[in-house]
């Protein structure tokens, strides 16, 4: 009876410093980070900054190569970790939590970054192009975050859900419905996770960029091409066209995206739950064409 008063005793004392523990983020340098999409343009940026502040980091992406590269550039084994998922892929994505537990003993903070773009009018978007856009990021970051909230709420110590997500969550543009309408899923996925995690010291926010042509593969992709026809300008023209755009008249660059990530997971913002962060030079803030 006495051992198992003081296992009770213990077990209490222990959820006590757990839940005392709670809503204070633990510092970057003790955390590990899962980026998905991280081989490429903001994942990359974001997965460098929070190696940078100390955390260790699972590169997750579909792209092994890059991925491996990325993992490589952050210092390798003892700092990060490649991984190679497909996010449609429940199955992958579980095993990349499993590597991240025997690698870095869990994790609690989840970057939804993957992501691609479908951007086409409306008369020319087929409903494979809306499944394949929707299977990636709207319910492709549903898994990842579901994986994430399964494992974070196991662990019992909290920890952060960012969402890559975009100011056309928010705002209609031209020629791009599969693409916003998956933005505009995972903007409500962050107010729903939100509430559901929240008594769970699980605090879930998002960031929506906006015109990031540096460095962005998407851009690359054909989006540019497709951005720049739609406003009627060169394609290398587009980077100077979005930064004078702007309310700051300054071009958005992945770092910038990945600074809106530490400020959000670094440990200040304890009590900042189901928020969307604008990093878009205050496009989003005015209406400007
Ligand atoms: P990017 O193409 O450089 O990066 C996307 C990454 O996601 C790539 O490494 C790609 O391999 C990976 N990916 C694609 N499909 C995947 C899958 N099924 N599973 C796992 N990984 C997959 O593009 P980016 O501009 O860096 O975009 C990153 C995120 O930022 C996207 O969610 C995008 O919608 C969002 N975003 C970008 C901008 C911008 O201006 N570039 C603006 C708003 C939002």
């Not at 081989?39 to 491996?68: F, M, Q, T």
């Not at 991984?83 to 990349?96: K, L, N, R, S």
Request: overall charge negative.
């Amino acid at each position: 009876i006495e051992e198992a008063e003081k296992f009770r005793i213990e077990y209490w004392e222990l959820e006590e410093a757990k839940l005392r523990r709670m809503p204070k983020p633990k510092p970057l340098a003790t955390r590990v980070a899962l980026v998905t999409g991280a081989g490429s343009g903001i994942g990359k940026a974001i997965a460098h900054r929070l190696a940078a502040e100390g955390a260790c980091v699972l590169v997750a992406d579909v792209d092994a190569a890059n991925a491996a590269a990325v993992a490589e550039e952050l210092g390798g084994p003892d700092k990060a970790v490649a991984v190679t998922v497909d996010v449609t892929d429940e199955q992958q994505i579980a095993a990349a939590f499993r590597t991240a537990a025997l690698a870095f003993g869990g994790v609690d903070l989840v970057v939804n970054n993957a992501g691609i773009s479908i951007s086409k009018p409306l008369l020319e978007t087929s409903a494979q192009d809306w499944d394949r856009q929707h299977a990636i990021m709207a319910r492709g970051s549903f898994l990842v975050s579901r994986e994430a909230a399964r494992v974070m709420t196991e662990q019992g110590l909290g920890g952060d859900i960012v969402y890559i997500a975009s100011k056309n969550a928010v705002f209609a543009g031209p020629n791009n419905i599969a693409y916003s309408a998956t933005k505009a899923d995972q903007a409500h996925q962050v107010r729903l996770l939100a509430a559901e995690l929240g008594a769970h010291a699980i605090r879930v926010n998002g960031v929506n960029p906006d015109g990031v042509v540096r460095g962005s593969g998407i851009f690359a992709g054909g989006w540019g091409a497709q951005r720049a026809a739609t406003y009627g300008i060169e394609e290398d023209k587009l980077g100077e066209f979005y930064a004078q755009r702007t309310l700051l008249k300054r071009e958005v660059l992945p770092e910038h995206v990945a600074n809106a990530v530490f400020a959000l997971t670094g440990g200040e913002l304890t009590h900042t739950t189901g928020l969307h962060v604008p990093v878009d030079a205050g496009v989003a803030a005015a209406f400007l064409r």
